[in-house]
């Protein structure tokens, strides 16, 4: 039986215990962040991310792994340097759509992951010293889907570039159009076209940047009506994917099909450029053919 009147001893481990938790911070594992390594999808190889980072995501095996609009601006403008142009704002959710989940909530979610109102970012600035516009498909948002809000800042972008009598450029990155907003996600292909005619009747190059995927509804409108057209290493083009295709043509397709190199061959695309070489490129090309313009002017 315990004596109450008796005082209870002390806790064992003496003048030690009141260090232990201390040393336990010190020497504990401390843990790995989820985003520090990143696996190649071609070898299977974990590569340090601040390494791909500073690759602008092109792996040793020389993948271009998908990059975001904010990171796609940075480095495609003069010492990262470039003017934000806003998006314009449209109806949200008009069909109230659900596909087991609203709409409205698949919208908030991408809007939370990804810090933009949708899939457009534009910027304004210099691409080897000549000043244009560059609206950039975002595929981190919805699969780059072309919905209303991408119609709508596609046509801004093309209009701020009249504006500013400079030439666009746009690089792509779709799975097709959005089907949360039905017929009028699709209206957006003439929408983007009309647009398109705009810069032609104002005697401003529009040049496309084909990134990986690009398909669907954008290969059918705005990415295929570029004045030229270039395309990142391995990018898939096309407007349905070669699965469907095999199945409905039931026969095999040439290795490498859609892919840029294939279709640069077959002249659908005029040239395929690494990543890293893709300012450089672009500078020339706007350069070239803005040079014309200047000498009329």
């Avoid at 159009?177 to 076209?193: K, P």
């Avoid at 395929?272 to 893709?278: F, H, P």
Wanted: aromatic share 6%; charged share 25%; hydrophobic share 40%.
């Amino acid at each position: 039986m315990v004596d109450k009147n008796k005082p209870q001893q002390e806790k064992r481990g003496g003048w030690l215990s009141r260090f232990a938790p201390g040393v336990r911070k010190i020497v504990s594992r401390r843990d790995t962040p989820d985003n520090l390594w990143v696996k190649d999808p071609d070898s299977g190889e974990m590569l340090y991310r601040s390494d791909l980072e500073n690759a602008l995501w092109v792996t040793p095996s020389g993948r271009h792994m998908r990059i975001d609009a904010p990171t796609r601006l940075r480095f495609t403008f003069d010492d990262g340097q470039y003017e934000t142009i806003d998006t314009p704002d449209v109806p949200e959710d008009p069909l109230k759509f659900s596909d087991g989940k609203p709409y409205k909530d698949r919208l908030n979610a991408a809007r939370k992951a990804a810090g933009r109102k949708d899939t457009m970012a534009i910027g304004f600035g210099q691409i080897g010293g000549t000043e244009a516009v560059a609206i950039v498909q975002d595929f981190t948002f919805m699969g780059g889907s072309l919905g209303m809000a991408a119609g709508e800042a596609f046509i801004a972008a093309a209009r701020a570039a009249v504006a500013r009598n400079v030439p666009l450029v746009c690089f792509t990155a779709a799975g097709g159009a959005r089907m949360q907003e039905g017929a009028l996600s699709l209206m957006q292909m003439a929408r983007t076209t009309l647009a398109i005619q705009e810069l032609k009747a104002a005697q401003l190059p529009f040049v496309v940047v084909l990134t990986d995927p690009t398909t669907g509804g954008v290969t059918a409108s705005y990415a295929m009506l570029g004045d030229v057209h270039l395309a990142e290493p391995g990018a898939l083009i096309g407007f349905a994917g070669p699965r469907v295709i095999e199945a409905t043509i039931r026969e095999k397709l040439p290795p490498g099909f859609q892919r840029a190199e294939y279709l640069q061959e077959k002249g659908m695309v005029d040239k395929v450029v690494a990543r890293g070489a893709l300012p450089e490129t672009l500078g020339q090309i706007l350069s070239m053919l803005m040079g014309g313009k200047r000498r009329a002017a």
